[in-house]
């Protein structure tokens, strides 16, 4: 997708902005990558985690799993990827929602209206008039985030000259 511009929620109190994905087979999920925008510096020193939901009737709906942790500290626009924290997770065939975390600075999530799937962005915050979760489009907006799971094997490094690359995959 082509980065068409940004959007963040803007509240001041917190809240989620995120892309459902249907997954036919299972995969382990080891990062999330997410394109932000912090030119003008307004998110500098934010703490950003990225949060896994299931889907359950068609909502997000309970946490099972978040990427490390990341403070902002460049002043760019740019594609991010954290690491799942603790490590990959196995997710099952199904549908999940990856939604990005704003804090009280608001986010510049990325986003691009090439190729929009509609009713699989979701956003929610505190004082959201649509509770507990609404799709961007009930806002009107047409898009689909720049937030990309990435799965398959974690890259292994041995730590010593005697382990192969078998026992990477163990």
Known sequence: ???????????????????????????????VS??????????INDSIVVT????????????????????MTDIVDSLYTM???????????GDYMV???EGDSTLNLGYSNTVVTPVTTWLTWPTSPILPWANSEAFGFNISYIIRPNFGPIACVP???????AACNT
């Open 52 to 71: 896994i939901y299931d889907m359950v009737g068609g909502l997000p709906n309970a946490v099972i799993a978040q990427t490390d942790t990341l403070v």
């Open 1 to 31: 997708n082509t980065l068409d511009g940004f959007l963040g929620i803007g509240a001041g109190n917190g809240g989620l902005i995120g892309q459902q994905y249907t997954m036919l087979n299972s995969d382990d999920l080891t990062s």
């Open 83 to 93: 690491p799942i924290q603790g490590g990959s997770i196995n997710l099952a065939a």
């Open 34 to 43: 997410f394109y932000l925008g912090n030119s003008a510096s307004q998110m």
């Open 99 to 101: 939604a990005v975390n």
């Open 159 to 165: 730590s010593a000259s005697t382990v192969t690359d």
